[in-house]
Nanobody, 124 residues
């Protein structure tokens, strides 16, 4: 079992930056990939970024590659999502997720563990 708790969401102005964190507990050792997804009101949950269990590989959705950076600390059992140049369209609930699949999948159905989500609101 893996438990995930996100933090760091909030209100930020367009063009600003925000860093989200996800604290993991339970079995987050070898083979567990971690990812961020987001879901805006009225839209489907979409893949943002993922990192392999050994941090050797990171994956990004093309839409925000270059603005978002995912990182992972296996000692602290945390992952982070650094978001820069935020736009109003980035407003969504951001979810941390864990999967035993490799490479980290982009489809949310392959993630069996989810956090409760953290709200990010970007104002114009």
């Amino acid at each position: 079992q893996v438990q995930l708790v996100e933090s760091g969401g909030g209100l930020v102005q367009s063009g600003g930056s925000l860093t989200l964190s996800c604290a993991a507990s339970g079995r987050t050792d070898n083979g567990i990939a971690m990812a961020w997804f987001r879901q805006a009101p009225g839209k489907e949950r979409e893949f943002v970024a993922a990192v392999s269990w050994n941090r050797a590989n990171t994956y990004y959705a093309d839409s925000w590659k270059g603005r978002f950076t995912i990182s992972r600390d296996n000692v602290k059992k945390t992952i982070a999502l650094q978001m820069t140049s935020l736009k109003t369209g980035d407003t969504a609930v951001y979810y941390c997720a864990a999967s035993g699949a490799h490479p980290p999948p982009r489809n949310s159905r392959w993630y069996g563990y989810w956090g409760q989500g953290t709200q990010v609101t970007v104002s114009s």
